[in-house]
């Protein structure tokens, strides 16, 4: 199970502080991006997160209503690895997706807790990864959601073949409960942002995700 730091910020310092504490110990992360009206929060935007000389793969989650512009300017970085859409965003879905994959990024979609698999279900064929966020998503920190860790099997059922990641909720107390289901990266946000050694937190995270 991968284990991707999740940064959600509102200035290019912080950024820097969050990605290069864990530097030795991860080779991608991921950079969460706010600007919708599910949430007041606004984060960083896209072309300030790039201005960056990070040697890190970036994924980049755009919980935007349209991300098109944005996603104009990821594709250009060869950073970037995966580039995730929301399913509620108002921006053709297709184009995006088909945008991505040109510049042979891969093409990812995250589903809110108030979705189910319909959302998703007409891109199973199209998508290398689905995000279930197992929050609200908008700020790190908010209540662990375990009920939705059930659309994991779900996808799976449904003939889904690629990446499944969860965001949100990941801690020592949490990580047996996620180990149950079949989920390939675990984006996580507070456990590590707030510890005071990151790099001990993510070893000790992954160790016992290992042994589990």
């Known amino acids: 199970m991968q284990i991707n730091p999740a940064i959600l910020v509102t200035n290019i310092s912080d950024l820097l502080i969050q990605a290069t504490s864990l530097?030795?110990?991860v080779s991608e992360i991921d950079i969460d991006i706010i600007n919708w009206s599910r949430t007041n929060t606004k984060t960083i935007d896209v072309h300030t997160a790039l201005n960056n000389k990070i040697p890190l793969k970036m994924n980049?989650?755009?919980?935007?209503?349209?991300?098109?512009?944005?996603?104009k300017e990821l594709i250009y970085d060869k950073r970037v690895k995966t580039i995730i859409i929301n399913s509620e965003c108002k921006d053709n879905i297709e184009e995006l997706i088909d945008l991505i994959?040109?510049?042979?990024?891969?093409?990812?979609?995250?589903?809110?807790?108030?979705?189910?698999?319909?959302?998703?279900?007409?891109?199973?064929?199209?998508?290398?990864?689905?995000?279930?966020?197992?929050?609200?998503?908008?700020?790190?920190g908010n209540s662990f959601l375990p009920e939705r860790l059930d659309l994991a099997p779900n996808l799976k059922m449904m003939g889904f073949?690629?990446?499944?990641?969860?965001?949100?909720?990941?801690?020592?107390?949490?990580?047996?409960?996620?180990?149950?289901?079949?989920?390939?990266?675990?984006?996580?946000?507070?456990?590590?942002?707030?510890?005071?050694?990151?790099?001990?937190a993510y070893l000790l995270l992954k160790k016992v995700a290992d042994s589990i």
Not at 60 to 71: A, G, N, Q, W, Y
Not at 115 to 138: M, R, S
């Open 23 to 25: 530097m030795d110990v």
């Open 161 to 200: 073949e690629g990446l499944i990641e969860t965001d949100g909720g990941t801690n020592l107390d949490t990580i047996g409960v996620f180990k149950q289901y079949p989920i390939d990266i675990l984006s996580v946000g507070s456990y590590l942002s707030k510890a005071k050694d990151p790099t001990k």
């Open 101 to 140: 994959h040109y510049y042979k990024k891969r093409a990812g979609m995250s589903i809110n807790p108030n979705n189910d698999l319909d959302v998703v279900e007409p891109y199973i064929k199209v998508l290398d990864l689905i995000e279930i966020y197992t929050i609200e998503p908008g700020a790190q």
């Open 60 to 71: 980049f989650d755009l919980m935007m209503d349209r991300p098109k512009e944005s996603i």
